[in-house]
């Protein structure tokens, strides 16, 4: 315990080797800037509301603005009129960018240090070790996963030891598939990635740390500081970068906080400014008309911008709950060349290519392949092929590199980039970016697309396994719908938090904005041109919520089916039936973490409801700091 924030009862004395006296300094260091955090975030939410209550479509910023916690100007940032960052050797070439945790939930060390072994010897060129999406916050995950990192980070005797093991079952699992090994000599592969991680978005509340008054605590702040102070010294030894990737990032303002954030870091630290390099993931609507503005506000730090697929979808619903004309299809159909996806993708690659005073480019990292090489032969050969498609059609269109979400897809898709040969793409000529107004609305323009009673079952099945998964503490899951269950030419995907906040959102659109469906299903009897209705919805979900409660231990573990699973159920009914569109499937789900008892979750649900209808406040602290 500081002066400043508390630690829960116990973690210090278990966890020292995370919580030391350095990482509770730096922590004790940052806390200040949590007030200015509580501000953004309350703007945030305040400009949601206007919107909604104004019907107010999104737009760019005058010309004229001064980014928020700066003095740059927007058109100084759209003309490039700020320093950027050069980009670190070890980020020159990042063709292919593993993501995941480093932890496992409830399971001993020697289990956990496994994830960052295959990380870092799957010869992916970068990893970036997930502190938020794909990592589980059930009891004590998030210190585990820095512990995780830390040793391996260190190179602690007991990390090597699970490496060498490692590296043995990656070779075996190679030499069936490609015949041949893809780790020669483990020792040194271990150098050979990139370390990334993602703290926490500036939304979420930490679950161990709180203020000393008893008010929730940044995330953001807590795992940035701890990352960095545990790890600068080891990294910086053997020549390598510090790097974070920043989620969840709406508007210049935050990312101006942002870089405040790790300013204050390397002060504290007694690093240059700047020495902390950072990616920014454009995963909200509102990021993508103020990119020039975000670059220009974490300047010296900047390396580049990564186009997630799922957050993007999920955040241009949410932006748009207001607006009745808008609703999506089904959810396969809003691929990274689907309407407002392409102008989206457009202008992230004009973005990074648009030069800072110093003549100085960002990197693009493309988007995720969620494909794994697990199923039939003609299941992995088509879910390949359309990986390697994927690869493709972002290398063209200007990517230096893409993610993968297994280790077992590095090999695969990384020829893509190593047949091209080029380290990276920076400097490629696109046209710069312009403001107007059809530039505003191709970045929530919707295609024509299927709207059908099979793809609200997919979203819902989907929807309600992600959630059960997140109360088992697997933030990151193999999930698949559950009529496909046993189908292996029908490949299960990896998915995060992000998959199953889209999912919910699509089915709130339908619901609440009066969908039409575009085809009949025979199941349901609903014939083509009906309204997607209530009634609709709570028969899908009771009978898919059955397919799941009769599902193998293989596809939803039989113990939560009594314990998670119904939470879920009730979590995922709650936000969809609810006329105000709650902000965060996550927020739910946070607030259920390590609930069995049903009842009190529906409290619970009831609550943050209630709270966020009356105002707008979102409830994020952890309401069993005291109890777990």
């Not at 940044?218 to 940035?224: E, F, N, P, T, Y």
Request: with cysteine; net charge negative.
């Amino acid at each position: 315990m500081t002066a400043a924030v508390q630690i829960r009862s116990g973690l210090q004395q278990s966890y020292g080797d995370v919580l030391t006296a350095d990482v509770l300094r730096a922590i004790e260091a940052l806390a200040p800037l949590d007030r200015d955090r509580h501000d953004v975030m309350r703007a945030r939410m305040a400009r949601r509301l206007t919107r909604a209550r104004d019907r107010q479509p999104l737009d760019f910023l005058p010309a004229g603005a001064t980014i928020g916690r700066t003095t740059i100007t927007t058109q100084q940032a759209r003309d490039g009129q700020f320093d950027g960052s050069a980009i670190p050797h070890d980020l020159q070439r990042q063709w292919i960018q593993g993501t995941g945790p480093a932890a496992r939930p409830r399971v001993p060390l020697a289990v956990g240090l496994r994830n960052p072994a295959y990380a870092l010897l799957s010869g992916a060129d970068g990893w970036m070790f997930d502190g938020e999406d794909a990592l589980g916050q059930v009891s004590t995950m998030s210190l585990d996963n820095q512990r995780h990192l830390r040793l391996a980070l260190h190179r602690d005797p007991v990390f090597l030891g699970v490496a060498e093991s490692v590296a043995t079952e990656m070779n075996a699992w190679a030499q069936t598939f490609f015949g041949r090994a893809t780790v020669a000599d483990w020792r040194a592969q271990l150098d050979f990635t990139t370390v990334i991680f993602r703290p926490r978005g500036l939304h979420l509340d930490d679950r161990q740390v709180r203020h000393a008054s008893g008010e929730g605590f940044s995330a953001s702040i807590v795992d940035a500081a701890t990352y960095v102070a545990l790890n600068h010294e080891a990294l910086q030894a053997r020549g390598a970068s510090l790097v974070l990737y920043l989620p969840k990032i709406q508007t210049a303002e935050e990312a101006a906080l942002w870089h405040d954030i790790l300013s204050a870091l390397e002060r504290h630290l007694g690093l240059a400014v700047g020495t902390v390099k950072t990616y920014v993931l454009v995963e909200q609507v509102e990021a993508c008309f103020q990119l020039m503005e975000i670059r220009a506000a974490l300047g010296p730090r900047f390396v580049g911008f990564n186009t997630g697929r799922w957050d993007y979808i999920n955040s241009v619903s949410d932006a748009l709950a207001w607006d009745p004309a808008f609703v999506n299809p089904n959810i396969d159909a809003i691929t990274m060349t689907y309407g407002y996806m392409r102008a989206y993708e457009d202008r992230v690659r004009r973005a990074v290519n648009t030069p800072d005073r110093q003549g100085r480019y960002a990197l693009w990292q493309g988007g995720m392949e969620p494909n794994i090489p697990v199923g039939s032969a003609t299941g992995v050969a088509s879910g390949m092929a359309r990986a390697m498609a994927g690869a493709e059609r972002e290398q063209r269109e200007g990517a230096s590199g893409k993610w993968v979400a297994h280790w077992k897809m590095v090999h695969i898709v990384r020829p893509v980039w190593e047949r091209v040969g080029d380290a990276n793409q920076l400097g490629r000529a696109f046209p710069r970016l312009t403001y107007t107004d059809a530039d505003a609305a191709a970045l929530t323009h919707l295609d024509d697309a299927p709207r059908t009673v099979r793809g609200a079952r997919d979203l819902l099945s989907v929807g309600l396994q992600y959630g059960n998964a997140f109360g088992q503490g697997m933030q990151a899951a193999a999930l698949k719908p559950a009529d496909f269950f046993g189908n292996e030419d029908v490949l299960y995907l990896m998915e995060d938090m992000a998959t199953g906040e889209i999912r919910l959102s699509i089915l709130w659109e339908w619901l609440h904005k009066g969908a039409t469906l575009t085809a009949a299903d025979a199941d349901t009897g609903t014939p083509a041109g009906a309204r997607f209705d209530a009634a609709l919805f709570r028969r899908l979900l009771q009978e898919e919520y059955a397919k799941l409660q009769a599902a193998a231990n293989r596809d939803v573990h039989d113990d939560s089916k009594r314990t998670t699973l119904p939470i879920a159920h009730d979590i995922v009914a709650a936000y969809v039936m609810d006329p105000v569109k709650l902000p965060w499937y996550i927020d739910l789900l946070n607030l259920n973490l390590e609930v069995t008892d049903r009842e009190e979750a529906r409290t619970r649900i009831g609550r943050l409801a209630e709270a966020f209808r009356r105002d707008g406040t979102r409830l994020t602290e952890n309401l069993d700091f005291e109890h777990r």
